[in-house]
């Protein structure tokens, strides 16, 4: 199968959250399967050219935005294992620093106009380059307009006319809407400005015509799928995901243990695996060093590694965690980054409890690994989560998680039954503070009474797979359906 990604982030080149580590991972785990896969970005100016090698493809490609001809070039490296990511490069849209948003957070006000002509250039290099794919994948609002663009002006292009179209939402809070008149910078016509397609509430809604368009649309986990076909998660998409039917599916996101697993983590200087341990105790003390804790092996960390955003309800624990560190004997460590007001609360919670509370305000990959290994649990009290790629991590370091009951934290974390002393985690309903102090409380008076469960769930959480070998081929049927559903159009 032939198989052009599109997508607005990419480990190693450009990541804001968990779609970079999607778009970095699974097509290395289809490519292992046998497929040629490409990888299509923007060339933000935060993406480090010289390290990745990143050389010049074409030098000229040309785009039609509506009745107007844009220029851009297209460069290109190698994402490893036999995949090739393409770079569209134009500098007035993407030589910036952040992909999305200015030092302040306001959104970039032509991001619209960015995301729109990146993804027409994306499917222009397909054609350029006789490229012809079985599916074109889009990722997010950002590039939803692809399964528009391939029905709406490709439906009889000798090479973009055999493409399905899927579109993957990330994150459905996160639907690209824009002033009506987006329409005729992207060119899909007016008459697809209605409410079952385009139109929302008067704007321009990218990701809702997508979901209309794409042959097969999913999400990254099978409870955040049933939350946004039926209730309030779906941020009004509703109707629309419940209308594609069995169209609609869950897909629960992999990893890459080759970037996360205490055995072989390329950013610790301790390694350890369920077998011998004793790397995460020095994992625990380095991080407690690292982050101005008391050093002691006995007390337990509990860890967040974050954007500070409304989803992952962070300002709930922060309206909590002094009167836990207070009332309990336990650390708390944060890397974060976000909402200024709670890098502000969390940035100075050190000054306020010093020794047991640690914080790192900006964004740190290696520290990001540090806290999986050195925490004993991993705190994620989100509001919504798609899948959640943290949790799964904590899993394979054996730093348990603390989470509330939704989305892919309900479908990857076993609830701690404390009679069998089974489980991998300690999971909460309703989002409050008291349930982040009873849930905390719950999962401490366990370190501390009755350890050996606490060693056994270790182990358990531990030994979970969730590698991208099983999600690949996942993708492959959900890939077949949409090719079939294409025929029979
Ligand atoms: P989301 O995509 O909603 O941010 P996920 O849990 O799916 O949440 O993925 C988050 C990813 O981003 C993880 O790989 C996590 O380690 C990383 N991350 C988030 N914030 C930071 C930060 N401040 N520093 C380093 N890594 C971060």
Redesign the pocket.
């Given at each position: 199968m032939k198989i052009a990604m599109l997508a607005s982030e990419c480990v190693p080149f450009a990541k804001t959250?968990?779609?970079a580590?999607v778009v970095g991972a699974l097509p290395k785990a289809l490519s292992a399967l046998g497929h040629e896969v490409i990888v299509i970005l923007p060339l933000y100016g935060s993406v480090e050219v010289a390290k990745h090698s990143v050389v010049p493809f074409m030098d000229k490609l040309g785009v039609w935005m509506g009745n107007t001809l844009e220029w851009c070039a297209v460069k290109t490296a190698s994402l490893g294992d036999g995949v090739t990511a393409y770079f569209i490069e134009h500098d007035r849209y993407f030589k910036r620093d952040e992909l999305y948003h200015d030092a302040w957070f306001n959104d970039f006000p032509d991001n619209p106009r960015r995301f729109a002509f990146f993804t027409r250039a994306a499917l222009q290099l397909l054609r350029d380059r006789y490229w012809i794919a079985d599916i074109v994948h889009a990722h997010d609002w950002q590039t939803a307009l692809a399964p528009a663009f391939l029905k709406v002006w490709h439906w009889n292009d000798p090479v973009l006319s055999k493409a399905a179209s899927v579109l993957t939402i990330h994150?459905i809070a996160y639907q690209g809407i824009y002033s009506a008149d987006t329409i005729d910078y992207t060119g899909l016509k007016w008459e697809n400005f209605k409410p079952e397609i385009f139109e929302d509430h008067g704007r321009m809604n990218f990701l809702k015509g997508g979901i209309y368009f794409a042959d097969m649309v999913n999400t990254v986990s099978p409870t955040y799928a049933q939350e946004t076909r039926i209730g309030p998660l779906s941020c009004g998409m509703a109707p629309f995901l419940a209308a594609k039917g069995d169209r609609y599916t869950g897909i629960l996101n992999g990893v890459d243990y080759r970037q996360w697993s205490p055995e072989n983590d390329p950013y610790l200087p301790y390694h350890y695996s369920a077998r011998e341990m004793s790397g995460k105790r020095h994992a625990k003390r380095l991080l407690q060093e690292t982050m101005g804790l008391t050093v002691d092996e006995k007390t337990p960390i509990v860890g967040v590694?974050?954007?500070f955003v409304e989803?992952k309800g962070l300002d709930v624990t922060a309206a909590v965690i002094e009167r836990i560190l207070t009332d309990m004997a336990v650390q708390f460590v944060i890397?974060?980054?976000g909402d200024k007001g709670l890098e502000h609360f969390y940035g100075t919670l050190p000054e306020r409890m010093p020794g047991k509370a640690g914080s790192y305000i900006?964004?740190?990959?290696e520290l990001?690994h540090l806290i999986e290994a050195g925490s004993d649990f991993f705190l994620m009290p989100s509001r919504w989560e798609p899948?959640?790629?943290?949790q799964i991590y904590s899993l394979r370091y054996g730093t348990l998680p603390i989470v509330r009951e939704t989305g892919g934290l309900a479908d990857t974390v076993e609830q701690y039954n404390e009679e069998e002393g089974s489980g991998t985690g300690f999971k909460f309903m309703h989002l409050s503070e008291q349930a982040i102090y009873d849930t905390v409380g719950w999962a401490l008076s366990t370190w501390y009474d009755r350890h050996e469960h606490i060693v056994r769930m270790r182990t358990a959480a531990m030994s979970k797979d969730f590698s991208w070998d099983t999600s690949a081929k996942a993708y492959l049927s959900f890939y077949e359906r949409a090719i079939n559903l294409k025929k029979g159009d």
């Open positions: 959250g968990g779609l580590d994150n590694v974050s954007r989803q890397l974060g980054a900006g964004y740190s990959e990001s899948c959640g790629l943290n």
